[in-house]
């Protein structure tokens, strides 16, 4: 079964013409790491996968949904955490209400209330390692810990599917490694996990297929060869895009 994929897909912006028909099948229960250079497109191929950014030419289709047909796609089964952003813009929020959030919908404009979202917010930031800080504003925490609270935003809903743009940029090595292994425990759940990284990192066990797009096309789509960092392997460390910017995860208890 298909999770994700893209067929013939083009996308325009302005004059610029930034993906080249650029076709990708993600499997169900995959992880998947779309690598590439500065300005090659990784993250508007994500942004145009969760219907940010609409196709100019081609498709996207969600578990077998045509990503047109808006009110039939299965949204509810997705989770996208963006590239972080400064938390310390904005209205002051604690980590529970960012993630509550996550349960809010067009359908759905008071399912972040009530004793229910609480308690399905509390076991997502659990599932991060956070649910201890839950009280505790987002402008206080570090990127690592700003990174796992949107992470657990969207965990909230249990999703079946979860695409990630760069979530290890800007954060220090520990929370990187606590972001793998909450994506290891994903990982065996099951979950399909779509990554935008710099390079696999602590990320690497994890991977079972890369895709690498140069200047808007896919150059490479298979699995990962060798070894981050070893042997010179450009499909596993490359030039990140400018960015703005862990712990087991017992998914059941999100539900």
């Known amino acids: 079964m298909t999770a994700i994929s893209t067929r013939d897909l083009d996308v325009i912006l302005g004059s610029t013409r930034i993906l080249h028909n650029v076709s990708v099948e993600v499997a169900e229960g995959e992880t998947v790491a779309v690598l590439g250079a500065n300005g090659s497109g990784k993250s508007t191929l994500i942004r145009t996968m969760v219907g940010i950014v609409p196709p100019s030419r081609g498709g996207v289709e969600i578990f077998g949904t045509d990503i047109h047909k808006r009110g039939s796609v299965p949204w509810s089964r997705m989770g996208y955490v963006p590239q972080r952003v400064a938390t310390a813009s904005g209205v002051p929020a604690t980590a529970l209400e960012v993630v509550r959030s996550g349960l809010l919908g067009p359908r759905s404009l008071w399912a972040d209330r009530g004793p229910s979202a609480k308690r399905k917010a ?14 505790d504003h987002v402008q206080v925490f570090s990127g690592g810990q700003s990174q796992r609270v ?8 249990q999703p079946d599917l979860l695409i990630l743009d760069e979530p290890l940029a800007g954060i220090d090595r520990e929370s990187r490694e606590q972001l793998a292994e909450t994506l290891e425990g994903l990982h065996r759940a099951g979950v399909t996990i779509v990554t935008v990284l710099h390079d696999l990192g602590e990320l690497a066990p994890l991977i079972d297929h890369t895709v690498v797009l140069e200047d808007g096309h896919v150059t490479f789509d298979g699995p990962p060869v060798g070894a981050p960092g070893e042997h010179g392997e450009d499909h596993h460390h490359v ?3 400018p ?3 862990h712990a087991p995860v017992l998914r059941t208890e999100i539900s």
Request: charged share 25%.
């Open 122 to 135: 509390l076991a997502a930031l659990g599932a991060v390692g956070l649910e201890d800080r839950a009280n």
């Open 150 to 157: 949107l992470i657990a935003r969207a965990l909230v809903r």
């Open 239 to 241: 030039d990140a895009e």
């Open 243 to 245: 960015t703005p910017h």
